[in-house]
Structures are given as structure tokens and as C-alpha cells.
């Protein structure tokens, strides 16, 4: 599918969403169907662009970002450090091996009752739960970037005699940015998808609680337009950081270093 | 093969530090034992909770929606795969649907799941089912694709069928992406079952974890995501067991 997606854009993909959607919308109206499950193309398209309009899907999005990237910011900030740590010391990477491998199977979304007895429900909550999913694949995907780092380099900082803050700001970060920053888009991908997740089986706040009180109160166009809204704002997001992370490390990619 | 190396003199110091490090904390309850028990108190309550028979009870109903969504999934996934990897216009008519609904969160489908069949252990199975699949199919896909030139001209000279190309070349080719697929759905699996179980009520860890937080009863609850987190240890541990054995064709020798 990713060759698919580098070759030129292909209308024959169009065709089956296109041919879904008026097939809906044809046998919603032939039928006269009101329903409490199914919504036509046409309404779920009026009802996005009236919470759009009213202003209640930016702010629902504003709260799932909001705590998607605080909870980045603190999970991912805490696993660049430890994966820095651990990417510096073979002992310390070595001594932590069990205890990680006890907590990292932990699945996130337990946590989600941890968080709830803490901290109550809100942002905090959230923050927690995103924190701890993105602490690991933050952790891993560093240690691993540091293994790539050309071994001369901290030959070279050995012999310039730097010191641990200089040798990580001068040598490692940049020899490891490029891998680290796949790290960070990959990041950003979980913690929305976590945020969501915990929108919606607890959190009263945010696009996973939208959806789930659109489906309660019998609002399906509303819930079929948030879940629309959903995908594209995944998408345009990594899309995004696609573009930035090609414009930011063109010059090590035509150096052919792989990324 | 990497067991000396997880339980060395040094990994188990570390881990039993932090252990200590926790029943410290307890002990000088600088945090409340409402929100964080002690190791003992944890350790306890697995213990009463293995002895009534209820925890063995919810570990299965956990486990059991756990397989079942992910051997669903797998199947549909190498299916699907084995289709979309044999055909170029297949890839084209479809591929562009999937890539506009993979990235969708899997629990943002649980609300249109619970609008057509209701809070049932249905809803838990297509939830689980939608989002694990996506791994299988993609590693699938991959492993179609990756097939050296020269058996598809093998299979042409042999005028194999397409489900004999599929079975005899395609599948074995593909089956190192597939298995590693797995892997990682086996552990979006467990979320959504845990996911679905809050939500639907159904009988598992994940309502049980839930319930215990609401009564604060902290001593279960943790005790409750620790054999969530043992199920995850596991189940990796067991398929990456058989992963290795399955391929152990492809080891060099």
C-alpha cells in the first residue's frame, strides 16, 4: 500500500468511497429512512459544517490536542531523557532491561482508572494516561537512534575532551536529531489516538467524548461528522509533520543517510 | 535468548530497588495509601482474588475476547493481504479506502459500533477486529510485494493458479511480516478488549479495574492492571516463542 501511495495518484481509489457514499445517500432517500443508526452523506456533511460554524468541534479539539501534546510533552520529554541515559550507559541499559520489560506491557488504557482515582476527571487525567503510552516508543526509538550514532563521533568528543552536556548537545543530538524526530511524529500519532481512547471510555472532555454523547443522544450525522473530523485531523497532523521533518533533515537524506 | 540478559545480578538489583523504592513510599506515606497501596497490600489482594476464583474468571473473559478479536483480525488480514499483494488493480481500487480509514483511532469506531448491535460482546469483537487488523494487513501487503521477481516468473512457468501462487509462494514469502504483524496486534487487541469491556459492561479485567477505582478500592485495582500487564508479557512472550519456531527456516545456519 505504501508503494501505492508513492506512485501517481490513481482515480480508481476515488471510486469505491465515492460510489459508497451516493449508494448511502441514494437508498436513505428512496427509502425515507429516519433513523437512529444511519445518517445521509448529505446530513453528516450539514452537521460538521454546523459544529464547525457553532464552534463546538474546535473546542472539543482544542481539549483532545491540548492533552494529547501535554501528555507528549511529558511522557515523550521523560523518555528522550531516559533513552539518552540509556543510550550513553551500556550498564544502565542493561541493569533497567527487566524492570522495563515488566512495565512496558503494562496496555495504557489501564491506567485509565489509576488516573481517575488520582487525579479525578480532566486534563490532568488525560495528560497522565498519554504521558505513560508515550513514554515507552519515546524511550526505545532514542536508545535505538543513539545505537546509529557513528561510533568515530564520540571517539572524536572523547579526544576534545567535552563534558556529558556538550557531548549529548554537540555530538549526539545532532548526529541522532533525524531519528529522534521520527520518534516525536510517531509520538504524536499514539498520544492523539491514547487521548482519544480515553475520551471515550471515561473523560468527560474533548472529540472522544463528543462522540460518544452524538451516539447517546441519538445524533448519528453529529457522530459519523466527528469521527470524519477525527481521521482528518490524525491525518492532516502526521501529514504536517511529514512535510517538516523532510524540509528539516533534507541535507542528511541527500547525503544518503536512510532515515 | 536474551534471558541472561533480562535476569542478570544487576537487571534483578534494579528491579528490586524500585520495588523497595515503592514500598518506601508507602511506608512513609508520603503518598496516600488510597491512591497508591503498598506492594504487600497489592500483592495480597491478588492473592485473595486467585483464591475466591475471581480473578482466574476475569483473566479468562480478558484473554478469551483478547484471542478471539486477534485471530479474527489475523485472518481477515492475511486474507485481505494475500488479495490486495496478488493484484495490482485490486491495490488501486482499494488501497486509497484503507488509507483513509487505518488512521482513524480503532476506539473512535466504538461509538458506530454500539449505534448497530447495542452494548453486546459483538460490539467488543468488530472494535478489536477493526483495529488489530490493520498491522496483518499492511505487514501482508509488504510481504506480497517483497517476493523476489524470479517466482513470480516461477509460478507463470509453472502455471500455478492465483490461489496456488498464493498458498505455495506468496503466503511462506510473506509469512515473517505477517507473524511480525501479529505481534504488534496482539497488543492493540488487548487495549480494545479492555477498551470495549469498560464500555459494554462485559465481564474482564477492564470493567473489574474500572469498578474498583470507582469504590476506591486501590489494592484490587492495582493488582488487577498488574495481571493486565502479565497478559501482555505473556502473550508477547508466547507468539514471539513460536515466531521464532515457525521461522526457524530462515535463521542462518
Not at chain 2, 477505582?213 to 516463542?241: H, K, Y
Request: glycine share 10%; aromatic share 8%.
Amino acid at each position: 500500500m505504501s508503494t501505492a501511495a508513492h506512485r501517481r495518484f490513481d482515480l480508481r481509489g476515488l471510486v469505491l468511497p465515492l460510489v459508497l457514499l451516493a449508494l448511502a445517500e441514494a437508498a436513505m432517500r428512496i427509502s425515507h429512512t429516519e433513523s437512529d443508526t444511519l445518517a445521509r452523506p448529505s446530513d453528516v456533511a450539514r452537521a460538521l459544517w454546523e459544529a464547525l460554524r457553532d464552534g463546538t468541534v474546535l473546542v472539543a479539539s482544542a481539549q483532545t490536542l491540548g492533552a494529547a501534546l501535554g501528555g507528549l510533552a511529558l511522557g515523550g520529554g521523560l523518555g528522550l531523557l531516559a533513552g539518552l541515559w540509556f543510550g550513553l550507559s551500556t550498564r544502565a541499559e542493561r541493569w533497567s532491561l527487566l524492570s522495563v520489560e515488566l512495565l512496558r506491557p503494562v496496555p495504557s488504557v489501564a491506567l485509565i482508572p489509576i488516573a481517575m482515582l488520582v487525579y479525578g476527571f480532566g486534563f490532568r487525567m488525560e495528560i497522565a494516561v498519554v504521558a505513560f503510552t508515550c513514554f515507552w516508543p519515546m524511550m526505545l526509538l532514542t536508545q535505538a537512534a543513539l545505537r546509529q550514532v557513528e561510533p568515530r563521533l564520540f571517539e572524536v568528543a572523547r579526544v576534545l575532551g567535552l563534558g556529558i552536556t556538550e557531548r549529548v548537545s554537540k555530538i549526539v543530538l545532532p548526529a541522532a536529531a533525524p531519528r529522534v524526530f521520527v520518534a516525536f511524529r510517531l509520538g504524536v500519532g499514539i498520544a492523539l489516538v491514547v487521548a482519544v481512547t480515553v475520551e471515550i471510555a471515561a473523560n468527560p472532555q474533548g472529540l472522544g467524548f463528543g462522540l460518544m454523547s452524538a451516539q447517546q443522544n441519538l445524533r448519528p450525522d453529529l457522530m459519523f461528522a466527528l469521527l470524519l473530523w477525527v481521521g482528518a485531523l490524525g491525518w492532516a497532523l502526521s501529514a504536517g509533520l511529514l512535510l517538516i521533518e523532510r524540509h528539516l533533515f533534507r541535507h542528511t537524506r541527500a547525503q544518503g543517510g536512510n532515515p | 535468548m536474551k534471558w541472561p540478559q533480562i535476569l542478570s545480578p544487576g537487571t534483578i538489583a534494579v528491579t528490586l530497588a524500585l520495588g523497595t523504592l515503592w514500598a518506601g513510599v508507602c511506608a512513609m506515606q508520603w503518598v496516600s495509601p488510597v491512591f497508591l497501596p503498598s506492594p504487600g497490600a497489592t500483592w495480597n489482594a491478588l492473592l485473595a482474588g486467585i483464591a475466591k476464583g475471581e480473578l482466574a474468571q476475569l483473566t479468562a473473559g480478558t484473554v478469551e475476547r483478547m484471542v478471539y478479536g486477534w485471530a479474527l483480525a489475523s485472518l481477515a488480514g492475511i486474507a485481505l493481504g494475500a488479495l490486495i499483494g496478488t493484484s495490482a488493480a485490486l491495490r488501486a481500487w482499494l488501497a486509497p479506502t484503507f488509507e483513509l480509514m487505518r488512521p482513524l483511532p480503532a476506539s473512535a469506531i466504538v461509538p458506530v459500533a454500539i449505534t448497530f448491535v447495542g452494548l453486546s460482546p459483538a460490539m467488543v469483537l468488530i472494535v478489536i477486529t477493526f483495529g488489530a487488523v490493520w498491522p496483518v494487513l499492511l505487514a501482508t501487503v509488504h510481504g506480497f510485494a517483497s517476493i523476489e521477481p524470479r517466482l513470480h516468473e516461477v509460478g507463470r512457468v509453472l502455471r500455478l493458479s492465483r490461489a496456488a501462487f498464493i498458498f505455495k509462494i506468496g503466503l511462506p514469502n510473506a509469512l515473517p511480516d505477517a507473524l511480525a504483524g501479529m505481534r504488534l496486534s496482539l497488543t492493540i487487541a488487548l487495549i480494545l478488549a479492555i477498551v470495549g469491556e469498560m464500555l459494554a459492561s462485559q465481564q474482564g479485567l477492564g470493567t473489574s479495574i474500572l469498578q474498583a477505582a470507582r469504590s476506591f478500592r486501590a489494592a484490587d485495582l492495582f493488582a488487577g492492571v498488574a495481571l493486565l500487564g502479565l497478559i501482555g508479557l505473556v502473550s508477547n512472550a508466547l507468539l514471539s516463542m513460536a515466531e521464532h519456531r515457525v521461522l526457524r527456516w530462515k535463521q542462518p545456519r
